[in-house]
């Protein structure tokens, strides 16, 4: 087998015709030897002109007052390299240009030496790469400058970037965080759907948002509602995941407002039948209490009227409770186990002074529906109620039947509010739950009521359906149950 | 104040009240006078008693769970056009528009919030309500 060998000759002018920078060889006295292609092309110059000048007479004479004559010297005297200098000039109506250079000792025929230079116009390369860097530090100050929480991970989970929302948010820094789970962040139970979606990273759906709670530096959560989406690599494969998130403590604190305003909305309407709920129970423990006055000497009548004002003051006190715990503002963040039987009966105590006359109030509770316990807020949820029945009665201004319905299906409290009236055109179907809808000139009423309640139910984590017919109405609530639901019977097994 | 035993105390009262202890304390207020006292819990019930008996006054809740009570006195009124009737409510008050209107018409004989006095009660029965009297037939 033949082995080629290399011709040198043809080797280096292969190289010098086809290196895209520009090469001169010059000798001891610095006189050009021969300078390559691009050279020629690029300082327009003719070959047989400038060989055997020297460097000063083909360089435009901004280069004079440059260190090259010097630096190349030294190199020849050396014989030590230079490597990736840099020059600036700027010839008469260009713009500014930027060269890289290296400047390397070469042995020349008969013991004579010389150097070789090599040039590299710059100028484009480096504003590209200042601009690559301005974009890349102007994309930083977008993440930085976000209001929303922007955190990325590898596709393990585990902590890349964290901005300066993120560490406002919670108190840690990015220092703090950075190469942990993002899991770690995340509230209990909801730190598991975190985990799972790194396993499931291809399943990951930037359309869908999630309700993740946020653990902060001092112990306490922030609601958050995140977005996620894949980073991919080239070749379409998921590298990591970036999650944008949005803190819900304003928008919380919006709401709660809101629905402190929508309580009291509700309170101004029903306030008349509350009224008469406190003064029947006030007005027989006042009779009792007169008829005691009035017949002391009877012992046996006495006995018996001490019992009804008692009752009736126990009666009335019930009812003031129920409407101060209904009045008091409380943030949804603080959910506990509620008993939903309790949550109708008040709903309805408040809402029945609405009722026309001729009203009829059916119950359907399944079997141990007493010991019924949803997570929530009571006055959130009794507000829904109340809004529903208003609506129920006010369906119904002749009478008609009021259905309350309450059932357990798996892990959710399913709450029935119907009743007998015309039921809802399919026109409005789709805007009942619109903020400001409403079909009534009652000035009582803002029109919140239903997107209220909406809002409120999906806030527990439930949802309202409606079904509606010409022979009636009924909203179907479904709202999780407690999360220790099952702590109540397991006492009773003990006790 | 007039006392109890006016000799125009009625000799049969009707109390229509859906609140049992509201029945039980009407019925012991009017103890005194020593008159037969009805009480039933709804409209319907009331005029069933009305059409059957004469009662020479009625008290009347403005809140019944099958009727409204302004509806059922103007029904009462038409079957016994004599008869004194009296509203009581723990819903309005003395000088609601509504109110004053139906006793300015005559509508009603006289009205009482919850809670109320027991002498109240008697001078409504005996024919003094706010100011106002009707002979006892």
């Known amino acids: 087998m033949s082995v080629a060998t290399l011709d040198h000759e043809s080797f280096f002018h292969a190289v010098m015709s086809t290196i895209p920078s520009s090469i001169l060889i010059l000798d001891e006295r610095l006189a050009v030897l021969t300078v390559n292609h691009n050279f020629l092309e690029k300082s327009r110059g003719n070959l047989n002109y400038i060989v055997g000048r020297k460097l000063h007479e083909i360089f435009p004479p901004a280069f004079q007052d440059t260190a090259l004559d010097q630096q190349i010297r030294d190199v020849i005297n050396t014989g030590r390299t230079i490597h990736r200098q840099r020059l600036t000039y700027r010839a008469p109506g260009v713009s500014l240009r930027t060269y890289s250079y290296s400047i390397c000792p070469l042995q020349l025929h008969h013991g004579s030496r010389g150097a070789i230079l090599v040039m590299d116009d710059v100028t484009d390369l480096l504003r590209l790469g200042e601009e690559v860097r301005r974009m890349q530090l102007h994309l930083a100050s977008i993440v930085e400058s976000a209001g929303d929480l922007i955190i990325s991970t590898d596709r393990a989970g585990a902590i890349m970037t964290w901005n300066s929302a993120a560490a406002k948010a919670t108190g840690l820094t990015e220092f703090e965080v950075q190469g942990g789970k993002l899991a770690h962040h995340i509230e209990e139970p909801q730190n598991k759907e975190v985990e799972a979606c790194f396993r499931g990273i291809e399943e990951i759906d930037d359309r869908r948002s999630v309700e993740w709670p946020m653990k902060c530096r001092g112990g306490e959560s922030i609601p958050v509602s995140w977005r996620l989406s894949r980073m991919t690599g080239q070749q379409g494969e998921a590298t990591g995941v970036v999650f944008v998130g949005r803190n819900l403590v304003e928008q919380r604190a919006m709401e709660a407002q809101m629905h402190q305003g929508e309580k009291l909305a509700a309170l101004g309407m029903v306030i008349g039948g509350i009224a008469h709920e406190i003064r029947n129970p006030l007005g027989v423990s006042s009779a009792a209490a007169q008829l005691m006055k009035q017949r002391i000497a009877k012992p046996e009548l006495l006995e018996e009227c001490i019992g009804k004002v008692i009752a009736g003051i126990d009666r009335a006190s019930l009812v003031v409770e129920s409407l101060l715990r209904f009045a008091r503002p409380k943030p949804i963040a603080e959910t506990t186990r509620v008993n939903v039987v309790g949550i109708l009966k008040n709903a309805l105590m408040f809402a029945s002074g609405e009722a026309a006359a001729g009203t009829s109030v059916e119950w359907t509770l399944e079997t141990g529906a007493d010991n019924l316990f949803a997570e929530g807020v009571q006055n959130l949820l009794e507000l829904v109620v109340i809004n529903l029945m208003l609506n129920a009665f006010q369906a119904m201004p002749g009478g008609g039947r009021l259905a309350i319905g309450l059932r357990r299906d798996a892990a959710e409290v399913i709450i029935e509010i119907g009743d007998t009236g015309p039921g809802i055109p399919d026109a409005h179907l789709s805007k009942i739950f619109d903020p400001f809808f409403t079909t009534r000139s009652d000035s009582r009423r803002s029109g919140l009521g239903l997107s209220v309640s909406h809002s409120i139910v999906r806030q527990h984590g439930g949802r309202v359906d409606v079904r509606t017919s010409r022979n009636g109405t009924t909203f179907v609530i479904r709202i999780p149950v407690a999360r220790d639901a099952g702590v109540e019977s397991r006492l009773v097994e003990a006790s | ?137």
């Open chain 2, 1 to 137: 104040m007039p006392q109890t035993s006016t000799p125009t105390a009625p000799e049969s009262v009707l109390v229509v009240d859906d609140d049992q202890d509201m029945c039980w304390a009407l019925e012991g207020a009017l103890a005194s006078l020593g008159c037969a006292v009805t009480s039933v819990g709804s409209g319907g019930s009331a005029i069933a008693v009305v059409t059957e008996s004469a009662f020479p006054v009625a008290f009347v809740d403005a809140r019944l769970p099958d009727m409204d009570g302004m509806r059922l006195i103007a029904e009462l009124r038409a079957l016994r056009p004599s008869m004194r009737i009296i509203m009581i409510s723990g819903y309005f008050l003395e000088d609601d528009v509504r109110i004053l209107e139906a006793v300015r018409t005559a509508a009603i004989d006289g009205f009482l919030a919850k809670p109320f006095q027991i002498d109240a009660i008697v001078a409504a029965a005996l024919g003094y309500a706010n100011g106002r009297r009707r002979p006892t037939p």
